[in-house]
């Protein structure tokens, strides 16, 4: 998918203005946050379990080399094979050439953000084959033609009524042309639309919550059991999977579980959760021929030790979204690639380039709130001004901004010409404001004043009050 | 191919200051030791936490004395939930010998797209989060856990152990290796995809009932 970050601006003005998304987003976000709170305070050893879980990640982390290696070891061991990829269009192209060997029409997936982030969907159906999302959400925003706005719940913008329309535009089937009304009729449709998919499919793709070094096993996380589904149907089974996903053995996964339900969705644990190890066994009743895990790098490797290593403890619970008051108020799509949010904000410029990316970083109020619901407690604002670092080294920054920034560090370096230029400009903007007090609109900043005034200025600078008030104690 | 594989885990091993070849005593111990984090504490009996997490996500049960009443409590559920006389068991062999009405159909195999009940054998049960653990094989084909609308499973009571931990414990003592399949189901299947309304039966079954087998000889 062709990024828009750069447009977030744009992007966000538009959001903002949307009723229906605004409409959505006001009904999600109350209720992952109420659920998330619920779920922990439900659990007494949750911070605990935190602490251990950004163990288990950093250790993996500090030792990635050797668990990629004994995981890799293992899948083969199990009858499966390991494809590594350095950018997504070798992730691609694998997955591409296991479809054409098995001989594929129809391929079924799972979600798998790792899967968008390659657009391996655009890939598959450029080369003629059919893809069908089989995640209700995943499965509406592609009858719609558009990337998720979630990492877990794709389809958070629509409304109902958005859905139910879309679908009666597309299952032109007999019997399935009666208008959609409630929630379990449009879920109903899509089961029955769906299973002939899954029982159609040639090749499932999944993607996978963790990898686990000890046995070789995938981790999916799903409520649908749609993954499953995927998983277990078609005659292959190709698993996408970033190579940060990887953790030791089956009790580290056990604990990281606890905290992903938890963050994400506020249940204790999902419907289903399932490790799969290899493909089907000689006497097994069912179950795919071919088990492929295509483990993909697409800049990680370069992010370890570095500024952002910490983003790759990242379990993509989707938390720091549905806390993000900037993400509340303009969604998802505004972002302008696959991943929203603070998390997004971290990885987009990563992924895409920081000149593309360059305005997520700075859609951040560094509120902090983020980082305080993270369960692996990745310092999100951090990594958002490590970026703006970046930003200003690289020269990145519009000349106005940065003439601004070297004035001010000018100042903020010198005390004294600090004090006296702004005991100078309070003087000034007090004159200016007369006896209202305050100013109704402002040069360069209409926008600001449009909808509020700004206070002027009044008593003595911060200096001068705190010197009077430490004289007084 | 083996040279992305290279130039990856080459990145990896120069950042990481580690040698390709040397062997990672912290790697082989952990993966040794397999340490356990901090363990979930309940004051319940397994057995009353187990059937308080299964009703939290919506599964039901019927308690059961002896495996010869499982066609007894099967008749029940499908004369409650108005269903016709038709199921598919698993080729497991704890429903060997189960004496079911000359009436019905019982077929003994995998499922198809079509089957309306399925009835597996868990083994095991998690008490932690009212879960049940499936293990694929010849004897508990994948299909049945996801396939009918109706999914029922025998779990004996004995077999409920407390957390997700313990179940690994139990696999390795028992099973040696992971099948194909590790399914934890907790509950029916469910979507919260269309404006955040929870929304039972998406793709899996839209009804979990446990037949609980009190008898200890399993």
């Known amino acids: ?473 | 191919m083996t040279e992305r594989r290279a130039a990856i885990l080459g990145r990896l091993s120069k950042t990481l200051g580690h040698t390709a070849a040397a062997a990672a005593d912290a790697v082989t111990q952990r993966l040794n030791a397999r340490p356990r984090g901090p363990q979930p504490q309940w004051p319940e009996t397994m057995r009353e936490r187990f059937l308080a997490r299964l009703a939290r996500v919506s599964g039901t049960f019927a308690e059961i004395g002896a495996r010869t009443e499982i066609a007894h409590a099967v008749a029940g559920y499908l004369d409650a939930q108005h269903l016709a006389l038709r199921l598919v068991a698993a080729p497991h062999p704890l429903l060997d010998g189960v004496e079911w009405p000359e009436a019905w159909q019982v077929a003994r195999r995998h499922a198809q797209g079509d089957d309306r009940v399925g009835l597996a054998v868990a083994f095991c049960g998690i008490a932690e989060s009212g879960s049940l653990m499936l293990l694929s094989g010849p004897d508990s084909p994948t299909t049945l856990n996801f396939l009918p609308d109706d999914f029922l499973c025998l779990l004996p009571a004995s077999r409920i152990v407390p957390r997700m931990e313990d179940a690994w414990d139990l696999l390795r003592s028992e099973r040696g290796r992971l099948p194909r399949a590790t399914n934890f189901i907790s509950g029916p299947s469910r979507t919260a995809d269309v404006e955040q309304t929870i929304q039972l039966g998406a793709h899996g079954p839209r009804r979990l009932h446990v037949l609980l087998l009190s008898d200890a000889s399993g």
């Open chain 1, 1 to 473: 998918m062709k990024p828009t970050s750069h447009a977030f601006s744009a992007n966000a003005h538009q959001a903002l203005h949307d009723t229906n998304l605004q409409q959505a987003l006001a009904k999600a976000g109350a209720g992952f946050v109420d659920k998330r709170r619920s779920a922990i305070d439900g659990l007494p050893e949750f911070e605990a379990l935190r602490v251990s879980g950004r163990a288990i990640k950093d250790h993996a982390l500090a030792n990635l080399d050797h668990y990629l290696l004994r995981f890799e070891q293992q899948v083969i061991a199990n009858g499966g094979q390991v494809h590594w990829a350095e950018t997504p269009d070798e992730a691609c192209a694998a997955v591409l050439d296991i479809c054409r060997a098995a001989g594929a029409k129809v391929v079924a997936k799972g979600k798998t953000m790792v899967g968008e982030e390659i657009a391996v969907n655009e890939a598959l159906e450029g080369a003629g084959f059919e893809v069908v999302e089989t995640d209700l959400g995943e499965y509406i925003i592609q009858l719609a033609h558009e990337p998720p706005s979630h990492i877990i719940a794709p389809a958070v913008h629509k409304t109902r009524a958005q859905i139910a329309e879309l679908f009666e535009h597309q299952h032109h089937q007999p019997g399935l042309t009666r208008p959609l009304e409630t929630v379990p009729q449009i879920v109903d449709e899509a089961r029955q639309v769906l299973r002939e998919k899954f029982l159609a499919a040639d090749v499932g793709i999944t993607g996978a919550n963790f990898l686990i070094a000890e046995t070789g096993s995938t981790v999916i996380v799903t409520n649908e059991g749609n993954g499953d589904l995927s998983a277990t149907l078609p005659r292959v089974h190709i698993v996408l999977a970033s190579i940060e996903k990887v953790v030791p053995t089956l009790e580290d996964a056990s604990l990281l579980l606890r905290l992903l339900a938890r963050s994400a969705t506020g249940q204790e644990t999902t419907t289903y959760t399932t490790f799969f190890t290899g493909p089907r066994r000689a006497d097994d009743a069912d179950g795919p021929d071919a088990f492929h895990v295509v483990l993909v790098d697409n800049g990680r490797s370069q992010m370890l030790g570095g500024a952002y290593h910490e983003m790759l403890r990242c379990i993509r619970c989707g938390a720091c979204l549905n806390h993000c008051p900037v993400y509340g108020a303009v969604g998802g799509h505004a972002y302008g690639w696959v991943y929203p949010g603070p998390m997004g904000a971290v990885l987009t410029p990563l992924m895409v380039g920081l000149q593309e990316g360059r305005p997520l970083p700075n859609a951040s109020t560094l509120c902090g709130r983020c980082e305080e619901v993270c369960p692996m407690s990745i310092p999100l604002p951090k990594l958002l001004r490590e970026h703006r670092r970046q930003e200003f080294v690289r020269r990145l920054v519009p000349p106005r901004s940065r003439w601004a920034l070297a004035v001010w560090a000018w100042f903020a370096r010198r005390p004294r010409h600090y004090r006296w230029s702004s005991l100078l400009a309070m003087g000034l903007l007090g004159w200016l404001a007369g006896s209202r007090g305050r100013f109704r609109s402002l040069p360069f900043a209409q926008a600001w004043t449009a909808s509020r005034d700004l206070p002027a200025p009044q008593g003595g600078t911060f200096m001068a009050q705190w010197k009077r008030r430490t004289r007084h104690d």
